[in-house]
Structure formats: structure tokens, C-alpha cells
């Protein structure tokens, strides 16, 4: 503190506010801030400097790395993204067992994250160490069996390398986790991309053991139409109705398939058979859907008896 | 309309009722009285004939008339045909089918073979008013002219057919997409136009039906924003595109079914340690194909235009960058606050 009393310094004296009324014209705070925005310096960076020999750069490196370590062992405990940086650039500097070290310290902490893993195994995808890759994937898909995404990713990679027959092991140890519906049709189109539709055929049994609902159903039959094989469909869709009797919900989904498909396959009097059938089965209360289809199918197809029984039948009901 | 007709009873249309005959008619009419009289040269009959239709045919390409100057070639020395004996004269006949098929590929990207097959039929009209006049050598070579039209005809279909064939290969899931979309625009043209209207006014032949489906399809479901957009569905979805660049070599695929016999192997199969030889080029397509990804997910976040707003709240870049963070996440709560402290005053609520 500077005393006043300093003779060598001699400050005015600070003078009396006389007029102590506001001023005519008031500063906004929007003046303010557009003042100190223009007055801004430009930011201290620091001055570009290239590396010109090895010892610059060992420099440069022990630098970064310390950079690196304060931060991670500062934040590292909640953010996974300075692990990440620090694993990258150590790939950059193309020291691939110190990266490896970094991403194994990141896992040890957050051996949740599945994105973690996804970015570490597609950094050793993309150096192309495709053991390693594979070591990787291994682990984290015994680890976090339920996220889907890293089983995708790695079918996917064993694809593109032409393992086919480990991509499909790897299918068949997913499915032994029972995944829902995508995971079971991403493998049977797995096996369509190399026209094994016999072994298709078979997963998509074991996808409706494992999820007896109406769609599971539904996307069989699809399956069926789709290779062109008519009567399988049919049987599927008659099994399906066998097995779901009890619940309505999924009969009624089931049932309006069903009848489409018939007309689909040209077969009017077995979709009015069906059509027929599942009015009678439901309970009058969750058949609207049902009702309108089928007014809209005996309208193209069915003679003016029909149709007439059918709205009445409907009208009946409301 | 039977009045008054000019129809001259020579010409070969008379017997249609609403036929007029015009200068063309004429001609045809000359040609034929002409060539009735020249009976006697079967090459000049064969000429005339080429040339009348050379003359038919204005509008198609000069390379047509080469092949008559082929044919007419390859006539003169039919003349001694006739002379050659059995086995000689087959073997001319067919290099004549050859040399007549090797024309008809030429040209076949060049016309239609409707077009053929009407000179076809023209050609097998105008000598027909000889055909029982003309004797043994003659008409063995009216006989061989038109076994040979008929094998250019053959030929011609049958090119056709086969380069359909091979422009569209057959989809082994149905008819290919694109060109049902194409029968369908077709379709929809042609109704178009029957009614006067354009193919701006495409929707009003929908039925109300598929009118009421489309206005379905508007009311899509959000896309999904904020931290739902890795949800399960979209991720699958990402797969799915990835697996459509997968290209499937399914030569490869059956030699290695041949050689593994553990091919359709288990989930506790011992075999899964032990890899392939995987090639490198598979390897580096793998590579390629993350760095593509990569630069896919550049573009995930959208640059936003910068506005120059008359409104400046930060006096930094950070202070801006982290206000615009702070009103996505809580300017709608303080909205009311805000709108307050720029009034002056709060409202009375």
C-alpha cells in the first residue's frame, strides 16, 4: 500500500462529486459490451515454430506428453475425451505400444464406456493391426454383451476382411445372448448376402422361438414372399396363428397380414375366410382396424352382398 | 365417303376403303407395270426391286442401302448358284447367311427391326406377282431370297432379344425398381396427356386412398435430436448402409467353403482364434473404408451461418461461444426473466 504521505508522489486530491443527478445521456449495457468486444486484443498464441532435428522434436514430444498426463490425471476420472486426445496423438507421433498403454489406462478406468472401445478398435483397425483389432473386440464384446453396436462393428470388420466363417461365429455367439429383433435380422441378411437361404431359413425359426410375437411372424413370412416361396409363407403365417391365439393384440396384427398377403397371392376367398374369421375372434372392441380393411377389401373385391354384410356387420357393432 | 375417291385401281391399296392415292401410289404403280415387263432378267427384276425400295426408304441411313449394294454383290455371282452343285451350293448358301447376319449385327444398334421387317415384307411382296411365272432357276433363287430374308429376320429378333437381355439382367428379388418406376412414369404420362393436363398436375390422378396414405407419410415421426440420435434404431440403421457396400465375392466364398471344413462352425467352435489368411487389400479396403467413415462424420454437425446480430452479449469469442451453450440449455426457462430485465420492469402476474 502506498502511503499518501509519500512526497515524491503527489496524486491530485480525488475532488467532490458536486452534481450527484444522472446524466442526460445514460451508457447501455450493449454499449459496454460492444466497446470491449471491438477494443479486444487479438489472442497470444504461441509463435508458429517448426521442428528442424530430432532433438526438438524429442523435446516437443516430452512436452506434449506432459501436457497430456496433467490433464488426464486432473479430469481424467469423468472425461473420457482427454484420454482420447492423448491416445490419438500418440498415434499421430506413430508410437503405437506407448498409444496402446494409454487406451489400456483409459479402459482400466472406464471399462463401461463402449464408445471407448469402439474408438479403440477402429484406431487399430485403421493402422491395420488386425489381430490386435480383433483382441480388442474380443474383450469388449465379453464385456458389454448387451450394446449392440460393438457386435455390428465387429461382424462387420471380420466381413470386410473375408472371414466369413468367423464373422459368423461371431453372429452365432451374439445370438446366444437372445438380442432383440434387429440383431436377429442383420444375421439372417448376413446369410443372404451369400445366398444361403437354407441356413436364413433357420434363423428365422430360431428368431420367432426365441420372440413368439406377431411381427417376428410377419417378417418370416416377408422372408418367405420375398425368395418366392408361397406356400412356406402360408404355413409360417398358420403356425403363427396356432401359437398366438391367446393374445388379441398381436392376433389382430397378425390377422390383417395375413389377409393382405392372401391378397396379395390373388386368393380373395381365403382372405374373406380370414377376414371372416378374425372378426370373430377378437373382441368387438379392438377390431376397428380390422373392420375398415376389410370394407375396403370386399369394396374391390367382394360383390355388392358382401359388402353390404360387412358394413352392416360394422355398423352393428359401433 | 364413298363419293368421289382417287383411288386408281392398279395400285396394291385399292381394296382399302379409306385409302386415297397419292404421288407415291403413282410411282409404285409405274414400278410394278415396269418390272411386269422386264419379266425376262431375274438381276434386272432384283435390281428395280432394291432400287424402288431404296427410294421407300428416304429417311434411313445410307449404310442400309450399303448392305443392298452388298446384296446386290453378292447376287451377281448367284447367277452360277444355280450351276454349283449340291454340296457347293450349300456351303454358298450359308457363308450367304453368315455374311447376312454379320450385316444385321452391324447395323442393329442403328434401327429397328421393325423397319427391317417392313422391307421385308415389301421385298416379298413385289416379286410375288412373278412367282408363278418364273421356272426352275429363277425360281430356285427367289426360293433362296427369301430363306434368306427370313434368316435376317431371325437374326435381327433374336440380337434384339439379346441385348434387352443384356441391359437388364433379371433381379433375382423381383422386378428391378428403377424400371417399374420407369413403366409407371410412362403410364402416368400417357393418362396425362389424354387429359390435357401436365406433369406438374401428376396428383390429381390419385385416388383419395393413396391421397390419404401420402398425408400419412408427412406426419413422419421427429428425427431424433440431442443425445437420442445414437439410439438403437438409427444405429442399426448405420449398419445397414455400411453393410450395403460390403461387395460379396462369392468365388471366393465357395473356394473357402470347399476348403474349411468347420465352415458353418458353432459359437464355442475352437476355431476362433485362428484366422484366415486375410490378404492385404482386404486390409487396406477396411482401412480406406474407416477413413471414409471419418470423413463422413465430419460432416455430422452442420456449420450455422453467422449472424450479425444487433444483439452482442459477450465481449469474447469464448463468452460467446459458451452464451449460445447456456440459451440452448436454459433459455427457455429464463425467457420470462429476460424479456423482463430488457423492459425495465417486471410484469405483474
Not at chain 1, 498464441?45 to 514430444?61: A, K, V
Request: glycine share 4%; with cysteine; proline share 3%.
Amino acid at each position: 500500500m502506498v502511503s499518501v504521505c509519500e512526497k515524491d508522489s503527489k496524486l491530485p486530491r480525488p475532488t467532490r462529486v458536486k452534481n450527484k443527478s444522472p446524466a442526460a445521456v445514460q451508457i447501455t449495457a450493449e454499449q459496454l459490451l460492444r466497446e470491449a468486444r471491438e477494443r479486444q486484443e487479438p489472442e497470444v498464441l504461441p509463435s508458429e515454430h517448426s521442428i528442424t532435428d530430432s532433438t526438438e522434436l524429442s523435446d516437443y514430444r516430452l512436452r506434449r506428453r506432459k501436457e497430456f498426463e496433467d490433464r488426464v490425471s486432473r479430469g481424467g476420472r469423468s472425461d473420457v475425451q482427454v484420454w482420447v486426445n492423448y491416445a490419438r496423438w500418440e498415434e499421430s507421433q506413430k508410437d503405437y505400444a506407448r498409444a496402446r498403454s494409454v487406451w489400456e489406462r483409459a479402459l482400466k478406468d472406464h471399462h463401461r464406456n463402449h464408445a471407448l472401445w469402439v474408438k479403440y478398435a477402429e484406431s487399430e483397425m485403421k493402422n491395420k493391426f488386425v489381430n490386435s483389432a480383433r483382441h480388442v473386440w474380443d474383450r469388449a464384446v465379453y464385456l458389454l454383451p448387451r450394446v449392440d453396436q460393438l457386435w455390428y462393428k465387429y461382424s462387420h470388420m471380420e466381413e470386410m476382411l473375408g472371414n466369413i466363417a468367423g464373422a459368423r461365429q461371431i453372429f452365432e455367439r451374439w445370438m446366444n445372448w437372445s438380442p432383440d429383433q434387429q440383431g436377429w435380422l442383420s444375421f439372417a441378411k448376413f446369410e443372404l448376402r451369400y445366398n444361403e437361404t437354407e441356413r436364413a431359413r433357420s434363423i428365422y425359426e430360431r428368431f420367432f422361438l426365441c420372440h413368439p410375437k406377431a411381427s417376428s411372424f410377419i417378417r418370416y413370412a416377408e422372408f418367405e414372399v420375398k425368395c418366392g416361396e408361397v406356400s412356406r409363407a402360408r404355413d409360417v403365417y398358420e403356425r403363427a396363428m396356432e401359437k398366438l391365439e391367446g393374445d388379441y393384440e398381436e392376433a389382430e396384427m397378425l390377422y390383417l397380414a395375413f389377409a393382405e398377403f392372401e391378397q396379395g397371392c390373388n386368393e380373395f376367398q381365403r382372405a374373406r375366410v380370414i377376414y371372416k374369421f378374425a372378426l370373430d375372434h377378437i373382441p368387438i372392441g379392438r377390431a376397428e382396424e380390422l373392420y375398415t380393411r376389410f370394407i375396403a377389401f370386399e369394396k374391390q373385391h367382394g360383390d355388392k352382398q358382401g359388402i353390404e354384410d360387412a358394413i352392416v356387420g360394422r355398423r352393428r357393432t359401433l | 365417303m364413298d363419293g368421289e375417291r382417287r383411288v386408281h385401281p392398279d395400285c396394291i391399296n385399292a381394296s382399302n376403303p379409306y385409302h386415297e392415292c397419292v404421288e407415291y401410289c403413282f410411282k409404285k404403280i409405274a414400278e410394278a407395270k415396269a418390272k411386269l415387263e422386264k419379266l425376262g432378267l431375274v438381276e434386272a427384276v432384283s435390281g428395280q426391286s432394291r432400287e424402288s425400295l431404296a427410294d421407300k426408304r428416304i429417311e434411313e441411313e445410307s449404310s442400309e442401302e450399303e448392305e443392298e449394294e452388298d446384296e446386290e454383290d453378292s447376287q451377281e455371282p448367284e447367277v452360277d448358284v444355280n450351276q454349283l452343285t449340291g454340296r457347293k451350293k450349300k456351303l454358298f448358301e450359308l457363308r450367304l447367311k453368315m455374311s447376312r447376319e454379320s450385316l444385321a449385327d452391324k447395323r442393329i444398334e442403328e434401327e429397328s427391326s421393325e423397319e427391317e421387317e417392313e422391307e421385308d415384307e415389301e421385298d416379298s411382296q413385289e416379286p410375288e406377282v412373278d412367282v408363278n411365272q418364273l421356272t426352275g432357276r429363277k425360281k430356285k433363287l427367289f426360293e433362296l431370297r427369301l430363306k434368306m430374308n427370313e434368316a435376317r429376320k431371325f437374326n435381327q429378333t433374336d440380337v434384339g432379344s439379346e441385348k434387352k437381355k443384356m441391359e437388364a439382367p433379371t433381379e433375382p428379388k423381383g422386378i428391378s425398381k428403377q424400371k417399374w418406376v420407369e413403366a409407371r412414369q410412362k403410364k402416368i404420362g400417357k393418362i396425362l396427356d389424354a387429359n390435357g393436363l401436365d406433369m406438374s398436375k401428376a396428383y390429381m390422378l390419385d385416388t383419395q386412398e393413396a391421397a390419404e396414405t401420402k398425408y400419412k407419410k408427412w406426419e413422419k415421426e421427429p428425427t431424433p435430436s440431442g443425445w437420442d440420435v445414437f439410439n438403437q434404431k438409427t444405429l442399426y440403421n448405420a449398419y445397414k448402409k455400411r453393410t450395403k457396400n460390403i461387395q460379396v465375392d462369392i468365388e471366393e466364398y465357395n473356394r473357402m467353403r470347399a476348403a474349411d471344413p468347420e465352415f458353418y462352425r458353432e459359437a464355442s467352435s475352437l476355431q476362433y482364434g485362428k484366422a484366415p489368411k486375410i490378404s492385404k487389400d482386404k486390409i487396406d479396403k477396411m482401412a480406406k473404408e474407416l477413413h471414409d467413415r471419418e470423413e463422413k462424420r465430419q460432416e455430422f454437425s452442420r456449420r450455422r451461418k453467422f449472424r450479425e446480430e444487433k444483439d452482442i452479449d459477450s465481449i469474447n469469442d469464448r463468452n460467446e461461444h459458451f452464451n449460445k451453450k447456456i440459451e440452448r440449455a436454459f433459455g427457455k426457462y429464463t425467457l420470462e426473466i429476460k424479456n423482463n430485465l430488457e423492459r425495465g420492469t417486471a410484469l405483474p402476474d
